[in-house]
């Protein structure tokens, strides 16, 4: 993802509104290696502007999304998560509390793959799954929830 302020350059360009609430968002996002779900952003945001609405944040994940700057991250389990980093890597999520991670996968763009019968085009997303440092951690200090993140 580019710096807020290009990215506010780049929303002109494409005649999309800038406003405070987006501004915000662009800051959150930036440098974000946290992964985060759009409520879980939506939550973020709340904190610093009360006014902001769930659809604001969708529709600039979005926004954002189509314009490359942002990767839309499924991992397997609850809501899709968005990722600024949009350099060729890979994820590994704690199956406990829903932590992610970026990895770097040597190799991945030479697997064998079978069966793809004709699909062209073909990018490898890998997404590993074990336990955080913290979910590992023996009790009783293991009390990581959900909430943390
Ligand atoms: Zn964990
Ligand atoms: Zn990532």
Redesign the pocket.
Known sequence: MRSPADLTAAFRAQGLKITPQRQLLFRLLDGN?Q?PSAEALFHQAADEMPGISLRTVYQTLNDLADMGEL?Q?SVGCGPSRF?P?TSD?H?VICDRCGT?R?VYVSGADNLAIEGLDGFAAVTPSIVFHGECTVCARPEPNNNHSPKEH
Do not use: C, T
Request: aromatic share 0%; charged share 40%; glycine share 0%.
């Open positions: 290696d992964h990767r991250v990722d980093n890597h994820h992610v970026d």
